[in-house]
């Protein structure tokens, strides 16, 4: 039996555990780069969505939104013919690029972004409504109502928009 096991079976079984060794590491720095190629992308995507999310909720802190429907209710007493008007919300150009990788953030970030993305979609779907003309149609008590109801959704898109921050800190 020892016959067989001559200098080339055993530069064989060399080569053979080389190989396999060699196969083990590969492998595990392949992994260990995708793992950090997607935590330097989440990252990325994080840093991304901060900006954006912390632009928005600048320019919703930057306005008294109280002062802002007591000026609106003032306007609506003092003159009839007025008519609010709101501006369209800017659009999200970063969110909108990396939404469909939203799956590479932790589960506890993905959530109050979400929620602030869902909440701001209704805020649009209320701005698009003031701007229609149908709003203008409306007695003015409930065109007040509507933009009372805006007002307050604002502010808590604000809140959302911190939320969703935090998160992402």
Known sequence: MASWVGPAVVAALIAAFVSAAGWFVTTRQALALERARRRERTRDFQIALRAEIRSE??????????AELEQVRGRYRDDPAYRVRVPELPRHLIIEGIISDIHVLPAA?????????RQRQVVGSLVADIRSAEFALLDRQRQLEVYQEYIELKGQLAAFAAAAEQALN
């Open 57 to 66: 909720l600048a320019d919703l802190q930057t306005f008294d939104l109280e």
């Open 109 to 117: 970030v993905i959530e109050p972004i979400v929620f602030y993305l």
